[in-house]
């Protein structure tokens, strides 16, 4: 998952100290000739330390929940960016059905959460994966392989040998926010670090760019629930 970040720097300061703000803002506070590749790494090493704390339901303001968590009868589950109802209905089937709103087997209540979570791994992959190959066409790129994943702290990933995953939780994100994510790890793929010609090739392929990191701060937690 990527962990957005502001990095302020300093002439006076000496070593590199990471804040979370009250409104759950990440700051790096750095000096003027520490690079951004440094300081992407000091930040994936205190990954875990920064979601603690930005988890924190009592130090922090509250971040919106998704409704619908408990996934009960007439309450709700996100798909694309949207709240869907949930009904509960009499079926021989055993599968969730999308129809304007989740359909579930009253037969699969007692497994609702894992018949949604397998309803959005499947449509994860139906909808991703041909977006991953169109955007690779776009910018020219070749990956190895590419799967949908089950990351609980990141979006998506590009390692040394070109091989992409994708967390499934995005299918519940909008699609502008899914191609975002795409792109960015794509953009791995020409260009490692998070330089200036990285960020300029990411915006040259999403307008969006902005808008969608402002969604992933606002809203991320609500993906990582279980469903």
């Not at 300093?10 to 951004?36: L, N, Q």
């Not at 709103?101 to 994860?124: C, D, H, M, N, T």
């Not at 994100?173 to 191609?179: K, S």
Request: proline letters at 4%; hydrophobic letters at 40%.
């Amino acid at each position: 998952m990527e962990l957005v970040y502001e990095i302020r720097r300093s002439a006076k300061r000496k070593k590199v100290t990471i804040t979370v703000e009250r409104d759950r803002a990440v700051v790096v506070h750095a000096p003027v000739g520490i690079p951004d590749e440094k300081i992407r790494q000091l930040v994936d090493s205190r990954r875990l330390w920064l979601f603690e704390k930005l988890h924190h339901d009592q130090k922090y303001q509250a971040l919106p929940h998704p409704p619908g968590k408990e996934l009960v009868n007439g309450e709700s589950a996100l798909y694309l960016g949207r709240s869907y109802r949930i009904e509960l209905v009499d079926s021989e089937e055993t599968e969730v059905r999308f129809v304007g709103k989740f359909l579930i087997p009253r037969s699969q209540a007692g497994r609702r959460k894992q018949v949604l979570r397998e309803w959005y791994l499947e449509r994860a992959g139906l909808k991703i994966l041909p977006r991953v190959r169109a955007h690779a066409k776009s910018l020219g790129v070749i990956y190895r392989q590419v799967k949908i994943a089950d990351n609980r702290y990141r979006w998506g990933s590009c390692t040394p040998g070109n091989n992409l995953s994708f967390n499934w939780r995005l299918i519940k994100a909008p699609m502008y926010v899914i191609d975002y994510v795409l792109i960015h790890e794509l953009a791995h793929l020409l260009e490692t670090n998070h330089t200036p010609r990285f960020w300029s090739i990411v915006h040259a392929q999403t307008a969006s760019m902005d808008r969608a990191r402002t969604w992933l701060r606002e809203n991320g937690q609500s993906l990582e629930e279980d469903v």
